[in-house]
Every structure is written in C-alpha cells, then in structure tokens.
C-alpha cells in the first residue's frame, strides 16, 4: 500500500509560476513510477505528467510541454511537478498517483494506476 499527499496548491495569476509536491510512504518508492494528473470542474481527469522509477524517463501531455516539469527525488520519496507559464485552462483539481513499476506504460489512463492522493487545487486567474 502507498500513501500520497500532495501539496503546494493555490492560487496564481496568468504567466505565473507553482510548485506541486507528492510525499509518499508506505512503499518502496524506487519500485514506482510517479504521475500527476489533474481534473477541472466538469471534465474527465486527465494525464498530466510521468517520470519513470529512475527519474530518467518523464512523458508528458501536450497541453503542458515546454511548460511543466515533473520531477523525483528517491532519497525523500517525493515527486515534484514544476508549472511555469500557467494559464487560466491549467485550473484544476491536480492529483499524484503512483503505479507499481519502473518504466512509464502506455496506458497513462486514470484507470491504470494503482495508488491516488485526495488532490490539491490550482487556480489560475487571468
């Protein structure tokens, strides 16, 4: 079982910038590959970001690359996601999950993972 908390949430204006956090416990997290996700009012949760066991490997969706980078560190079970350059459609319930592994799946759906937080909210204002 793994537990994840995410953090950092708020609210920012257009062209600003945030940093999410994940704290995981309960499992080993080098056997997991990390994912952030999120889910705005109205609309299906969506992948937003991977990053493999290793840190090596990251996959992104195409509404954020060049903008948003995710991140791991395997020594204090985080994975961060960088958001630069925000806006306004970036607003959205984001979320950690985490599935048992070492290399990012093709089926980056909701469905596939394992674990999930309980979300922290973003805003953006224009």
């Known amino acids: 079982q793994v537990q994840l908390v995410e953090s950092g949430g708020g609210l920012v204006q257009a062209g600003g910038s945030l940093r999410l956090s994940c704290a995981a416990s309960?499992?080993?997290?080098?056997?997991?590959?990390m994912y952030w996700f999120r889910q705005a009012p109205g609309k299906k949760r969506e992948f937003v970001a991977g990053?493999?066991?290793?840190?090596?490997?990251?996959h992104y969706a195409d509404s954020v690359k060049g903008r948003f980078t995710i991140s791991r560190d395997n020594a204090k079970n985080t994975a961060d996601l960088q958001m630069n350059s925000m806006k306004p459609e970036d607003t959205a319930n984001y979320f950690c999950?985490?599935?048992?592994?070492?290399?990012?799946?093709?089926?980056?759906?909701?469905?596939?993972?394992?674990?999930w937080g309980k979300g922290t909210l973003v805003t953006v204002s224009s």
């Open positions: 999950a985490a599935k048992d592994g070492y290399y990012i799946n093709f089926d980056m759906t909701p469905d596939a993972m394992d674990y």
């Open positions: 309960g499992r080993t997290f080098t056997a997991s590959v």
């Open positions: 990053i493999s066991s290793s840190g090596r490997g990251t």
